[in-house]
C-alpha cells in the first residue's frame, strides 16, 4: 500500500570544493608570467649609435637617393612618420643588412632625437606597403631598392626639415 510522495528530508548543504579552481587560475597565471618573460627577454634598452660614430666603410658604395617623409595617423591618435627612399649598390659586394642613423633636429640646430633602424625593403606597394628585411632580398652589386624607415613617434621639438641619415653599419658578403 502507498501513502503517497516520501518527503525526503533535507540535508546540509556540501561545502564546495574550490581547490581544482584555484589550481586552473594559478596555472594560467604562471603560463601568463612565462609568456610574458620570454617576450621581454629579448627586448633590451633600445641601441642608440653615438652621434660621432663614423660611418660603415662600405656606406660610401651604397648611395641614398629619392628621399621623402610621410606622416599618418595610428588608432591610438598618434603619428606615425614615415622615411621612403632608394638605395643602390654600387660596389662590389651582395648586401645582406644595412643600419642606418637618423638625427632629427630642433631650431637651434641642435639633436632632438638620434635613432638607428635596420633598412627595411619595401616588397610590394599595393593594396598596402609591405616591409621585408634586407636579409630575405640581399642586394647585389649595381641593384637598387626602395626601403622605408617607420618612426612611431617623433620629437615634438623636431625643426620640421628632413633628417640626416647615414648608414652606420653594413653586412656585406
Same mark, same amino acid.
Given at each position: ?51 660621432? !660614430? *663614423? ?20 588608432? !591610438? ?23 642606418? *642613423? ?10 632632438? *632625437?638620434?635613432?638607428?633602424? !635596420? ?24 641593384? =637598387? ?14 625643426? =620640421? ?10 653586412? !656585406?658578403?
Amino acid at each position: 500500500m502507498s501513502t503517497g510522495p516520501q518527503l525526503v528530508p533535507p540535508t546540509e548543504p556540501r561545502e564546495r570544493n574550490w581547490m581544482p579552481l584555484a589550481i586552473a587560475a594559478g596555472v594560467i597565471v604562471v603560463v601568463a608570467a612565462v609568456v610574458i618573460f620570454v617576450m621581454e627577454r629579448g627586448k633590451g634598452p633600445a641601441a642608440v649609435t653615438p652621434i660621432s !660614430a *663614423q660611418a660603415d666603410p662600405y656606406a660610401a658604395s651604397l648611395p641614398i637617393s629619392e628621399v621623402k617623409m610621410s606622416e599618418s595617423s595610428n588608432l !591610438a591618435g598618434g603619428k606615425v612618420t614615415y622615411i621612403d627612399g632608394h638605395i643602390t649598390n654600387s660596389g662590389s659586394k651582395t648586401v645582406t643588412g644595412i643600419s642606418m *642613423q637618423v638625427l632629427f633636429r630642433n631650431a637651434a640646430n641642435e639633436v632632438a *632625437q638620434n635613432e638607428t633602424q !635596420a633598412v627595411k625593403w619595401i616588397r610590394t606597394r599595393d593594396p598596402y606597403i609591405d616591409l621585408e628585411p634586407v636579409s630575405a632580398a640581399p642586394l647585389k652589386p649595381g641593384e =637598387g631598392r626602395d626601403f622605408r624607415l617607420i618612426f612611431d613617434a617623433v620629437t615634438e621639438g623636431w625643426n =620640421g626639415v628632413y633628417p640626416e641619415m647615414r648608414i652606420v653599419r653594413v653586412e !656585406a658578403k
